[in-house]
């Protein structure tokens, strides 16, 4: 295995927090500290409900290079030093040879804020170049390829946990996609068994929106290396979902929101799914239920869930 592993102890406590916040502007500040504190606050929320991440857990932390792998990153060292269970971390890094990736960028990070970590080299990107015909969506093939890379690199570095950097828009978006063009009720987990049965995926990041992270890493000053290595796929059904989300947020404040807290609280006899409810079957009871028949009552609907109040 072609490993770069550095020595710092993996439980080593990051730097002094407080020294990396701006002292120049007071209002500022005060806004920083919230916004680290709502970034603890949401992850270790999402971990403690869907029990991600247990005592001796070895967690695979990917990193792309991108913002949202950076933060969740940086806050799982947060929550490291200060969680009530041991665990460790992993940064490991795919190296696609993508032509113009700056292969040093990632090492140095790492490197500097002591955390153990992996590079993997693998040429996937010449065999996606080599596959897809010219102007075909390159994302499919390139993903399939980097998750069984990954999966091999989690067994050899022992790990537990894969973590992933997909946060609150990004499952919406995936619900999105799969309702207008997958004909799906189907979404993105926030905790799953792998495609070969063998790993746990989890995505810490299930709570916080992307506005936090992108406003996260430009505090921290992260070193992003751009997603559009490969050549820029402007019309990637997934932009457009996340354009309309945008749209719909800025039009009806509150509704990013709601839709999250819709994917927490599924009512199948509500649905079409004989899968999930016993349509055929269903007989009068003779007892009453609350939140059964609405049929002949006009469409009523709950008061917006109320955005996240800062402490």
């Not at 869907?50 to 940086?74: F, P, Q, T």
């Not at 947020?249 to 999930?276: C, F, T, Y």
Request: glycine fraction near 6%; include cysteine.
């Amino acid at each position: 295995m072609n490993a770069q592993m550095n020595a710092p102890t993996i439980a080593q406590p990051i730097a002094d927090e407080a020294a990396s916040l701006e002292r120049t502007d007071p209002r500022a500040e005060r806004e920083t500290k919230k916004l680290e504190k709502r970034l603890c606050r949401e992850v270790g929320r999402a971990i403690a409900d869907y029990a991600m991440i247990e005592e001796g857990d070895r967690v695979m932390v990917c990193v792309s290079g991108g913002k949202d792998s950076y933060g969740l990153l940086d806050i799982l060292l947060k929550l490291q030093a200060r969680a009530p269970v041991r665990f460790e971390l992993v940064a490991v890094n795919l190296d696609q040879k993508q032509p113009g990736f700056p292969e040093h960028v990632l090492p140095e990070y790492l490197r500097g804020i002591g955390v153990p970590f992996h590079i993997e080299n693998q040429d996937t990107y010449s065999i996606v170049k080599r596959v897809i015909p010219e102007g075909k969506t390159l994302c499919s093939l390139c993903s399939r390829l980097r998750r069984g890379i990954l999966y091999r690199v989690a067994d050899e570095l022992g790990a537990t946990r894969i973590a992933l950097g997909h946060h609150r828009d990004d499952m919406l978006q995936t619900f999105f996609l799969n309702l207008f063009f997958a004909g799906k009720l189907k979404g993105m987990p926030p905790k799953l068994v792998s495609d070969d049965g063998r790993h746990i995926v989890i995505r810490p990041l299930a709570y916080v929106p992307e506005e936090d992270l992108a406003r996260w890493a430009e505090h921290r000053k992260f070193p992003i290396i751009p997603c559009t290595l490969c050549g820029s796929q402007d019309n990637l059904q997934r932009k457009q979902v996340g354009a309309m989300l945008r749209e719909w947020n800025k039009k009806h404040p509150g509704r990013i929101e709601n839709m999250a807290h819709a994917l927490q609280h599924v009512v199948p006899s509500h649905l079409m799914d004989s899968a999930l409810h016993d349509f055929r079957g269903l007989r009068a009871s003779g007892v009453p239920d609350s939140e059964g028949d609405r049929a002949f009552d006009p469409e009523t609907f709950a008061p917006t869930v109320p955005a996240l109040q800062e402490d």
